[in-house]
Nanobody, 124 residues
Framework: QVQLVESGGGLVQPGGSLRLSCAAS????????MAWFRQAPGKERGFVAG????????SYADSVKGRFTISRDNAKNTVSLQMNNLKPEDTAVYYC?????????????????WGQGTQVTVSS
């Protein structure tokens, strides 16, 4: 089992920044590719960003490319999502997820473990 706990969500104005963090415990963190997904009200949960086991491969949804950066620290068992130039359409609950794949995949069904989510609201 892998336990994932997200933090760092909140209310921010358009154009602002937030940094989400996900702390993992349980099995060996470096054995898992990690990703962030998000779900807005009335919409399906969708892929935001993913990172490979070693951190050498990163993948982003087109809607966040150039604004969001995913990173991981295998020594601290954490994965982070730096979100800059936030837009109202980024408003959602953000989830951290872990997958035994070597590289991140975009398919929600591939992920074995999920956090409880953290709310991000972008509004003036």
């Amino acid at each position: 089992q892998v336990q994932l706990v997200e933090s760092g969500g909140g209310l921010v104005q358009p154009g602002g920044s937030l940094r989400l963090s996900c702390a993992a415990s349980g099995r060996t963190f470096s054995n898992y590719a990690m990703a962030w997904f998000r779900q807005a009200p009335g919409k399906e949960r969708g892929f935001v960003a993913g990172i490979s086991r070693s951190g050498g491969i990163r993948s982003y949804a087109d809607s966040v490319k150039g604004r969001f950066t995913i990173s991981r620290d295998n020594a601290k068992n954490t994965v982070s999502l730096q979100m800059n130039n936030l837009k109202p359409e980024d408003t959602a609950v953000y989830y951290c997820a872990a997958d035994l794949s070597i590289t991140p995949v975009r398919s929600l069904g591939s992920y074995d473990y999920w956090g409880q989510g953290t709310q991000v609201t972008v509004s003036s």
